[in-house]
Structures are given as structure tokens and as C-alpha cells.
T-cell receptor, first 111, second 111 residues
């Protein structure tokens, strides 16, 4: 079993929809959680970074972590075609730990 | 600021050939990483270097060697390429355990 599980999609939504992406993890030691966005044929870029449980909002993006259920989410409001990309979740146990990535969810936002 | 650069962008090798993937960063980061990305497997860490002069194995180091040439450069060498090494390779860098910044990737095909 992978330490971080993610539905590969693809997920297709119309422009303006609210998008919900999620990951589950198995390692209780994970405390730092990230979402990366990866456009086709490009390297991943950090989108959101959260520590422990709770919510973090940045513009149209909201990241949520529920450590009790080992569940992390990313919500995108008012989705745009430019949001079409693969979204990777990642987690690590401590500040000096290595990142463990999910396999990524491919999102397509249609006009 | 170019960030993280990788060369080459594309490469085709025959089984048994060797090659070196080059990575350089201009952000004065101490830590550098090599990942491979395969469909359904996500990003997997091959090797990393926490600081100049040190290297450590990641999740999938077999068949690879690395050199941290100086603070800026971190190379990945395939001594005898195998078809199982067909993948997209990403280099990343970070300041300590902080956010990782990724390069654009090298698409490698081994025939």
C-alpha cells in the first residue's frame, strides 16, 4: 500500500465549478502537507503548504487537512480552463524528512 | 533567475548505453534531489543531497549514481541504461527542508 493514495482521475468539470481533490495517507507521523500543480510536460510547482490539521486559503484555492481521518483536500473555486493540470499531493513527517507524493489527479476544466 | 535547469530535455538511449543528466540551480539552495515520474507511480525519489559534499539514496536508487559537483550542480548518471529506466526525470532544490522547486524535466527513452 502506498503511503499517500490519490485518485488518478481524470476529473472533468465545467468552467466556474467548484473542484474538490483529495488524498488519503497512512503514515501517522506526517505533519506537513503540500499540493503541487503540474502542467503537461512541465515540472511540478508548489500551490499550497499546510502544517498539521486545519484549513488554509489562498485566493481561489483552499487546502484542508483532517489528521483524525488522514485525509487531505484541495478545493478550487470558480475553476478556470487554466486550472487544467495534474494536481499532486505530498506529505512529510518532519522538517528534515523527505517528501512522499501521491500519484496525481488529472483535472480538465472545460469551457 | 533561471531557477532549476536540466539538460538535456529529451534523450533516446539504447540498452547498455550510459549517460549523465545535468541539473543546476541558481537559488543558492543547499539541498538537491533527483526524482523519476512514471504513470501510476507518481514521483519517486532516486537520490538526494542535503548539502554540498553529501549524497544519500532515496526510494529507487538502483541503476543510478549521483555527483554533487558543487553547491549549484547535481548530476545523475545511468551507467548501463535499461528499458525500465524509461521515465521523466526531475531535479529539484530546496533551502533545507523548505519548499522544493522543480526543473522542467528530462524525458528519457531506453530502447
Amino acid at each position: 500500500q502506498k503511503e499517500v493514495e490519490q485518485d488518478p482521475g481524470p476529473l472533468s468539470v465545467p468552467e466556474g465549478a467548484i473542484v474538490s481533490l483529495s488524498c488519503t495517507y497512512s503514515n501517522s507521523a506526517f505533519q506537513y502537507f503540500m499540493w503541487y500543480r503540474q502542467y503537461s510536460r512541465k515540472g511540478p510547482e508548489l500551490l499550497m503548504y499546510t502544517y498539521s490539521s486545519g484549513n488554509k486559503e489562498d485566493g481561489r484555492f483552499t487546502a484542508q487537512v483532517d489528521k483524525s481521518s488522514k485525509y487531505i483536500s484541495l478545493f478550487i473555486r470558480d475553476s478556470q480552463p487554466s486550472d487544467s493540470a495534474t494536481y499532486l499531493c505530498a506529505a512529510k513527517a518532519g522538517t528534515a524528512s523527505k517528501l512522499t507524493f501521491g500519484t496525481g489527479t488529472r483535472l480538465q476544466v472545460t469551457l | 533567475n533561471a531557477g532549476v535547469t536540466q539538460t538535456p530535455k529529451f534523450q533516446v538511449l539504447k540498452t547498455g548505453q550510459s549517460m549523465t543528466l545535468q541539473c543546476a540551480q541558481d537559488m543558492n539552495h543547499n539541498s538537491m534531489y533527483w526524482y523519476r515520474q512514471d504513470p501510476g507511480m507518481g514521483l519517486r525519489l532516486i537520490y538526494y543531497s542535503a548539502s554540498e559534499g553529501t549524497t544519500d539514496k532515496g526510494e529507487v536508487p538502483n541503476g543510478y549514481n549521483v555527483s554533487r559537483l558543487n553547491k549549484r550542480e547535481f548530476s545523475l548518471r545511468l551507467e548501463s541504461a535499461a528499458p525500465s529506466q524509461t521515465s521523466v526525470y526531475f531535479c529539484a532544490s530546496s533551502e533545507g527542508s523548505d519548499t522544493q522547486y522543480f526543473g522542467p524535466g528530462t524525458r528519457l527513452t531506453v530502447l
